[in-house]
């Protein structure tokens, strides 16, 4: 297994070039006061940082729990995303609650904690949503700002499309107006081709009704299956640490400091009725003169709003913490994109699985990619992705509204492994392997991340509720019979042998539903837990400008603030947010300082 061969990665002696000044200890901090202070250094908090120290008046501090990227080989290695976690020492390691809905199965929950957040542990898949995910995050909170054709100024600050790893002609696999040059992450296609490819898109030839071929997955038009995109520059991972964290170190006016886990927000006085937020425990106090923003991702922020006293004034009393702001929804209505690994054997030893199991392999893999950055460590999970619907006349919708963002969004997603792409279950000790691993995209489950002790260091409990609704259970159900379909097509006459464990042998919904409950996972995009919401709505932790409700100095930049879960692997519609988020605050910065010039 791969894990076996990794440990000499992790100790190899190989070390990335040095990227400026960093703090590793709170305690040697110089500075106390800042304009800013930014908790966590993920997807979105590399980007607020960037943005803001771009303007020289304006003083940073980014504070991260975690340990520096620098120097973490396998990090860079895009295949070898698959051992970055769970359970290392760049994962916070959180655990579920059991799921009833996963037979009451804990399962465990990666988030990075590193330089870079989760998007230096991720797999690198980049899309950014559909464009009905970000007018329906607009119609929701009565902002057009964010809706899709707005945000595509974010999205060009954010992309820069590049060459994938080997080079090939990219001439029919994507649309080239979509995609912007200029941005900060690195992006591109598919840099190593697997036996999969051709099958893939002879089926989408031969099945072009029920799995049509899209030209492009990033332009907003989701529906089909084409040519996955990923954050990959030459062969190497592109995170928010190497793209927007890299430029911006050794600005005099930002200083970053890793090794810090924030513990608690406190009250620094209030504006009019209601509290300021404005002072951050990291080991010394850091005071902002503006604001604080929280971007400790779906689960590090909820935790924090309610170790400070924000949340529901019932549940925190419970745990020991005294309510500041009474708000019952911090850290409810999660929302996740549950994974459904459906994997065959097949007839071809050209998978990854050989390369993982075999050490002759693994080392050549790791020789080439060190020579000049091609072969199978360039690439990533997979090179084609489908987002897919449930016919019109399924009968589900008797019962349920469709909870897709639009007619034009998409119900799962197939992604396609050439390999065993199960990532809780190791793959057996022989054989090949092709995975058509499902993602609930539009699911109906609404989960929790709730404080268990006023003790920020006691991890707080993750309970997604996974499969607790019949739409979720009833489209995970159809996507196996789809996905069946699917390998029926003639491009997989003799490729594939036959599905692994009870995958093979269910034939009745009763079974499918058995088996879904008994393997069903996560692919790690939770979203929601300080969710947006209209001004003066009932419900909601943030404003539309992400300022969180009832409290002043304090906003919200993450994953946590999306109301829904997009159409999308998570990390480019975070980039896009946190793009704005930024915008939003440089302009209040402009206007704070105009009222005093
Ligand atoms: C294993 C895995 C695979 C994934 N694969 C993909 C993929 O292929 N494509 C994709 O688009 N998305 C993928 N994702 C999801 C994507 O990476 C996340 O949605 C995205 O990074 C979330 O951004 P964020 O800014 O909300 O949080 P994060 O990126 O998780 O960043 C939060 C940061 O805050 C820090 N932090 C938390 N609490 C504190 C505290 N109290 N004090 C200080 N710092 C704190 C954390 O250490 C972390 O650095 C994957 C995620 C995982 C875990
Ligand atoms: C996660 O587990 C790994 C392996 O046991 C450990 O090294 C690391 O410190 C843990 N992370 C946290 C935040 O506890
Ligand atoms: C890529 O392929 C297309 C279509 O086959 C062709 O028109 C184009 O010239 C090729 N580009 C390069 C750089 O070879
Ligand atoms: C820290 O304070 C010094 C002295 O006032 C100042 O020059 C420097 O820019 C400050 N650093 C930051 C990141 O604000
Ligand atoms: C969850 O979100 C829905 C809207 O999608 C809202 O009606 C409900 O009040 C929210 N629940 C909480 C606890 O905030
Ligand atoms: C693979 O490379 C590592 C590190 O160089 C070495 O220790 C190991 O012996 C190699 N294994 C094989 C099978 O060549
Ligand atoms: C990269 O190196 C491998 C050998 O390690 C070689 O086979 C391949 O042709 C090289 N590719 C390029 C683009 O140089
Ligand atoms: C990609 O990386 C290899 C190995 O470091 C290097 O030789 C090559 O010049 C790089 N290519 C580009 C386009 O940066
Ligand atoms: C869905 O997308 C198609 C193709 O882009 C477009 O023609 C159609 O108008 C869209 N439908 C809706 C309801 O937006």
Redesign the pocket.
């Known amino acids: 297994m791969i894990a076996s061969l990794l440990p000499w990665v992790f100790a190899s002696a190989f070390v990335l070039p040095s990227l400026g000044k960093l703090y590793h200890n709170p305690s040697k901090l110089v500075n106390t006061t800042y304009d800013y202070i930014i908790v966590g250094a993920g997807a979105a908090g590399a980007v607020v940082a960037a943005r803001l120290s771009e303007d020289p008046r304006i003083s940073v501090l980014l504070v991260e729990a975690g340990i520096s990227n620098e120097g973490i080989v396998p990090a860079t290695i895009p295949l070898l995303s698959l051992s970055l976690t769970p359970n290392t020492i760049l994962d916070w390691n959180f655990t579920t609650t059991p799921q009833p809905g996963l037979n009451n199965r804990a399962i465990s929950y990666p988030r990075g904690r590193v330089l870079g957040g989760s998007t230096s542990v991720n797999y690198m898949v980049y899309m950014r949503g559909s464009a009905e995910d970000f007018d329906r995050y607009a119609s ?1 909170t009565g902002d057009s700002g964010w809706n899709w054709k707005n945000m595509q100024q974010y999205a060009k600050k954010n992309e820069k499309l590049v060459a994938p790893a080997d080079s090939h002609n990219m001439t029919g696999e994507y649309i080239p107006s979509l995609h912007s040059t200029s941005g900060a992450i690195s992006v591109s296609l598919s840099g190593n081709p697997t036996p999969l490819d051709s099958r893939v898109i002879a089926t989408t030839q031969e099945f072009s009704s029920e799995f049509p071929f899209n030209p492009d997955l990033v332009g907003g038009n989701i529906l089909g299956i084409g040519w996955a995109f990923a954050s990959i520059d030459n062969g190497t991972r592109s995170s928010s640490a190497t793209g927007y964290l890299s430029p911006a170190y050794g600005r005099p006016n930002l200083d970053i400091v890793i090794n810090a886990q924030a513990t608690k927000l406190e009250e620094t006085g209030n504006f009019g009725t209601i509290p300021s937020f404005r002072r951050v425990l990291v080991a010394e106090n850091a005071g902002a003169r503006h604001e604080i923003i929280l971007s400790s991702g779906a689960f590090g922020t909820p935790a924090l709003l309610q170790l400070s006293g924000i949340g529901d004034s019932t549940e925190l009393r419970a745990v020991g913490v005294a309510p500041v702001v009474h708000n ?2 911090v850290g ?2 999660m929302s996740d994109h549950a994974l459904l690994p459906n994997v065959w054997n097949v007839n071809n030893p050209d998978t990854y699985d050989s390369i993982f199991r075999n050490p002759d392999l693994f080392n050549a893999s790791m020789a080439q990619w060190i020579n000049n950055r091609t072969g199978a460590f360039a690439s990533n999970i997979a090179n084609q992705i489908g987002w897919m619907r449930l016919p019109e006349s399924a009968s589900i919708f008797r019962t349920v509204p469709d909870p897709a963002a639009g007619p034009n969004s998409s119900h799962f997603e197939m992604i396609f492994g050439n390999f065993w792409l199960n990532p809780t279950t190791p793959a057996p000790p022989a054989g090949n392997f092709m995975s058509i691993t499902i993602a609930l995209i539009s699911p109906t489950s ?1 989960g929790s991340v709730q404080i268990s002790s006023s003790n920020p260091f006691i991890k707080p409990l993750v309970d997604p509720k996974f499969l607790s609704t019949n739409f979720d259970i009833f489209t995970l159900v159809e996507s196996v019979k789809i996905s069946k379909r699917f390998l029926t097509a003639k491009a997989w006459k003799g490729y594939v042998r036959s599905g692994v464990g009870e995958l093979e042998t269910v034939k009745t919904d009763a079974e499918i539903e058995a088996y879904v409950r008994k393997v069903t996972n996560t692919i790690w995009h939770p979203v ?1 837990t300080a ?1 947006m ?1 209209a001004k003066g709505a ?4 943030v404003d539309p400008d992400l300022k969180v409700k009832g409290v002043d100095g304090l906003r919200v930049i993450d994953g946590s603030v999306l ?2 879960v997009p159409n999308a692997h998570t990390q480019g519609p975070i980039y896009l947010i946190a793009e704005r988020g930024a915008d939003l605050i440089k302009k209040d910065f402009q206007a704070a300082i105009c009222l005093t010039c």
């Open positions: 929701v019952p929804s409810k209505n609404r929601g969710m919401s009932s419900y909601g932790v109301p829904f």
